[in-house]
């Protein structure tokens, strides 16, 4: 079944304590990306990967760290969390060509709420 | 900068009749636009995409949606609402145009669907 998969699903945590979301897809696709969702702010892309090796910030990445060092994996790191990153975070994937054509569409994972006291 | 507005937050509709959940957007150059449906507790799905060609396009679970570039709207639709259509609905653009650009979403909507 093709899939994004993240963990944890659920997290409570304290202030600055170091850690890490996965997220693997097992659908091949090159383009990965972060987004974390809150109230009234819709989703909010945190950072994005082209490609192995590749990555860019998105619109909010202050406070994360990401890597791509393999296809299929896309942790989104939390080095010194605060409580203003407290959300609801979503990792996502994308085929960047499939038959020539621009799909384009994201298929998500089932999400990860973080708690940071 | 492109943008993505939804301007209602929530949409009751009664079981039955026809529903439409509004979006404009703001992108330079030609767009790709998308709705995608949140269920409680769960990640956003897919529902359709408007790419080129026909203004009009089909989606899952009998949701269509249209494309005016006149008025830089992209409202989702469906002729008879069902109560398990309640969900979160979000509109996204995306940037036509070498690469893949940034995509960025609305607020979202809420649309409740009372039997």
Redesign the interface.
Known sequence: EAQVTQNPRYLITVTGKKLTVTCSQNMNHEYMSWYRQDPGLGLRQIYYSMNVEVTDKGDVPEGYKVSRKEKRNFPLILESPSPNQTSLYFCASSSVRAGGMYTGELFFGEGSRLTVL | AQSVAQPEDQVNVAEGNPLTVKCTYSVSGNP?L?W?VQYP??????LL?Y?TGDNLVKGSYGFEAEFNKSQTSFHLKKPSALVSDSALY?CAV?RNSG??Q???????TKLQVIP
Do not use: E, M, P
């Open positions: 790709y998308f995608y507790n769960r990640g956003l799905q897919f995409k790419i979000f995306r690469g893949y940034k995509v960025t979403f609305g607020t979202g």
